[in-house]
């Protein structure tokens, strides 16, 4: 059994970020998306909201499970028993970053690889900083997430 983590704060999750998911669960027999904590940012919606964002928008797919956590993504890989780390590339500019996560990871666990998806073309534009920039000023982000996650962004964005 072939098992994959794909991992992210998901703040919120995207179409994009559903792209991925998507994509992913067709190659690997169980793919656990793992929401983290980033130390980095101040997330707009709660762990446990981004579990059910998630949770609703791959409701469909079986062999998806998805749970909170924090640390190293390859300490999340090692406790699913997970051997692919799934990244997703929208840009050149990921890139960078991106193989340096995927060469630091492989040196702490060897035995775990990093699989990369590129974004589709009509999501490579899309983060969830853009969204949530989007939604702030008024505007209609109903093509770039799920209907709940659009209310629960002009709720939070009312003035």
Partial sequence: ???????????????GHLDIIRRG???VDELIIGILVNSKK????????????IEKATGDLD?????????LAVDFARN??????????????????EMQIA????????????MFFTTS???AFLSSTIVKEVAYYGQDVS????????????????R
């Fill in 121 to 123: 073309l009509e999501y």
């Fill in 143 to 158: 093509g770039f997430v799920p209907p709940e996650v659009k209310a629960a962004l002009e709720s939070k964005m009312c």
């Fill in 25 to 27: 669960a067709k190659v």
């Fill in 42 to 53: 101040t997330p707009m919606f709660t762990m446990e909201e981004r579990k059910e964002f």
């Fill in 103 to 114: 060469q630091t990871n492989h040196s702490l666990a060897p035995d775990i690889e990093t």
């Fill in 1 to 15: 059994m072939v098992k994959a983590v794909y991992t992210g704060s998901f703040d919120p999750v995207t179409f």
């Fill in 80 to 97: 699913n028993e997970a051997s692919i780390i799934i990244r997703g590339l929208r840009a050149v500019t990921d890139f960078e970053s």
């Fill in 63 to 71: 062999n998806v499970r998805v749970q909170m956590f924090e640390g």
